[in-house]
Structures are given as structure tokens and as C-alpha cells.
């Protein structure tokens, strides 16, 4: 079955920088754009980024624009978010996804904070 594996989170300080990484499993990986949304506390789930099957097209939301970036890896069934500048309105659950659909994985908790 499809299986989604995030990890990377932590705490960070402001400006600091994290990586994430999501392992996919249970389907053609290269055939499917993926993306990476993000939950904050009492809020909704939102999209961070998303990238194409073949990593020629990426986009990401205006809040992170400049600041992250989403990669792939096809031989290895990853995709990646790098983190830059981080603020604390960036601290979340961190999930991947086909952008086709679920399921979700568990996720990777960030949190920005000093």
C-alpha cells in the first residue's frame, strides 16, 4: 500500500535551516508529482510546495517564496524540502503527499522558536 515517511523536523532558532526528507513507498514514485503541505496549531493544512514528476517545474506559496526548496530524488523515492530563514510562523507539522491525493503520512513536527 502506499506509504508516506517524513522526517528531519526539529526545533530550530529563528534564521536557522532544517531539511526535510519523505520516503515513498507502495507506488510508481516517478510517475507523480508530489507536495509538501504543513499544519500549524489550530489552523488549516496548507501547501507549502509542490513539485513535478520529472523536478522541471516546481511552486511554492508566497509565504516561503525565496526561503525553501523542494527536490526529488527518483532513484530513491524522496522528495525534500529544504528550510531556510526560518520564523516562527513557519513552525508546523510538515507532510508529503501525491498531489493526485492521500494518503497522508504521519508527518515531521518544525518548530522555529528561541
Known amino acids: 500500500q502506499v506509504q508516506l515517511v517524513e522526517s528531519g523536523g526539529g526545533l530550530v532558532q529563528p534564521g536557522g535551516s532544517l531539511r526535510l526528507s519523505c520516503v515513498a513507498s507502495?507506488?510508481?514514485?516517478?510517475?507523480?508529482?508530489m507536495s509538501w503541505y504543513r499544519q500549524a496549531p489550530g489552523k488549516e493544512r496548507e501547501l507549502v510546495a509542490t513539485?513535478?514528476?520529472?523536478?522541471?517545474?516546481?511552486n511554492y506559496a508566497d509565504s516561503v517564496k525565496g526561503r525553501f526548496t523542494i527536490s526529488r530524488d527518483n532513484a530513491k523515492n524522496t522528495i525534500y524540502l529544504q528550510m531556510n530563514t526560518l520564523k516562527p510562523e513557519d513552525t508546523a507539522v510538515y507532510y508529503c503527499?501525491?498531489?493526485?491525493?492521500?494518503?497522508w503520512g504521519q508527518g515531521t513536527q518544525v518548530t522555529v522558536s528561541s
Open positions: 513539485i513535478t514528476s520529472s523536478s522541471r517545474k516546481t
Open positions: 503527499i501525491r498531489s493526485t491525493g492521500g494518503p
Open positions: 507502495g507506488f510508481t514514485f516517478s510517475m507523480f508529482e
